[in-house]
């Protein structure tokens, strides 16, 4: 048995849709989690500084006595976590790698849809992964800028005009190229899983990339004892404002506020 804890990080609070994996899979896991919400996005930064975001939160996690941590943000994933392996000697786990193996899986065309944030389909990240591993995919991308302000604004509903507008915007393409497996490549887009599976219908497979890491994590790491689990809870910014949008992603209630870092002192 490993008590030690597994930390997660995320530009904001869409990597509690991993955490939320974690804890239906790994109840007697401990789990530090920090939530950047002081520079969310990073889906519109450059490389240079995603890298330092990510060394960052990195950093701070380490203060505490982790066997793993979870990149659980797909930007930072595509951007940062080959270097930030290279650099800290514990397991990192992103959200890019295990989303591909489960499209590749579950794909019966081989014609696979991913939609993210800009950063991320900028990347090309999910492309080189799915191709490398079989060259005979057909891989479509579409960024979704309007998706995290409106999940994190409650708009995830179905019957929502607004959000059913901008699925349909964003994913007519995706549906017309007849892609029957969609990676949610951003860990917001879960809890738009209703709206996005009614728009693409239900021949075409949704892949949550947040609870795929978090599968890897749970086939990866030793487990702790049972009933020695615990969350902890992290922000950059506006910690009173965490409960009430926590509990959203969570999907149960978070009690009290989270803690407040000054993440710029790491």
């Not at 030690?4 to 904001?12: T, Y």
């Not at 804890?23 to 919400?37: A, C, K, L, R």
């Not at 976590?81 to 800290?88: A, N």
């Amino acid at each position: 048995m490993d008590n030690r804890a597994i930390g997660v990080f995320d530009s904001g609070l869409g990597g509690l849709t991993c955490v939320r994996r974690l804890h239906e899979t790994m109840p007697q896991e401990s789990i530090i989690y920090f939530g950047d919400t002081g520079r969310v996005p990073y889906g519109t930064r450059g490389r240079d500084t995603i890298i330092k975001y990510a060394r960052q939160d990195i950093r701070f996690l380490l203060g505490y006595d982790l066997k793993a941590i979870v990149v659980a943000c797909n930007t930072a994933s595509a951007a940062a976590l080959d270097t930030v392996r290279h650099e800290f000697d514990l397991p990192i786990f992103g959200t890019v790698e295990p989303s591909c193996d489960k499209a590749r899986c579950v794909t019966r065309s081989g014609r696979i849809g991913v939609i993210g944030t800009a950063a991320t389909v900028r990347s090309g990240i999910y492309e080189h992964r799915l191709r490398a591993a079989d060259p005979a995919l057909t891989v479509y991308t579409a960024a979704c800028p309007l998706f995290v302000p409106l999940v994190e604004n409650g708009r995830v509903h179905r019957g929502d005009i607004v959000i059913e507008t901008v699925v349909r915007e964003y994913l007519q393409p995706m549906r017309d190229a007849g892609v029957d497996t969609l990676i949610l490549g951003c860990t917001h887009y879960p809890l738009l899983h209703d709206v996005i599976a009614d728009f693409m219908g239900a021949g075409v497979t949704l892949v949550d990339s947040g609870a795929e890491a978090a599968n890897a994590v749970r086939r990866a790491v030793e487990p702790a004892q049972v009933g020695a689990g615990g969350t902890q809870y992290f922000v950059s910014d506006d910690p009173q404002g965490f409960a009430q949008l926590a509990g959203l992603f969570l999907q149960e209630d978070v009690h009290g506020e989270a803690g407040l870092i000054d993440i710029s002192a790491y």
